[in-house]
């Protein structure tokens, strides 16, 4: 069963689209062009300030995936749940995977951690 990521983010400040596309040279010298996937691969970097058990959950998340090994399912917002503020996103639920398979966390005051984690779409 496919589980879920529904840990708060701080904000999802880097979003990108891509593309695979192969290009051949003919023997002419000029080129042929193939798309490999019917639509592109959205890529998102989000940013975390968690207290420590909400760091932790996060990790054992992670752990449980085995890093990149692993997709799972994550809701990109569109608005704050508590604030309502715009978080840029358009409410659709993607099929992602880690794009790493490190998870590196900022410890600070008062048992604070900060950390980015970057998901890509993907096909199951």
Do not use: C
Not at 43 to 52: A, G
Not at 96 to 121: C, P, S, W
């Amino acid at each position: 069963m496919t589980e879920t990521f529904n840990y708060q983010y701080k904000t999802a400040y880097q979003t990108s689209s891509q593309w695979n596309t192969i290009i051949d040279e003919v023997y002419s010298g000029g080129e042929q062009r193939r798309n490999l996937w019917t639509n592109s691969r959205k890529k998102w970097v989000l940013e975390f300030s968690k207290n420590d058990a909400d760091a932790n959950a996060i990790m054992a998340f992670f752990n449980a995936r085995k890093g990149r090994y692993e997709a799972f399912y994550w809701t990109w917002q569109a608005t704050h749940p508590v604030t309502g503020k715009s978080m840029g996103g358009d409410g659709t639920q993607y099929t992602v995977r880690f794009d790493q398979d490190e998870l590196n966390l900022e410890h600070l005051a008062l048992g604070y951690k900060t950390f980015q984690i970057t998901l890509v779409e993907t096909v199951i």
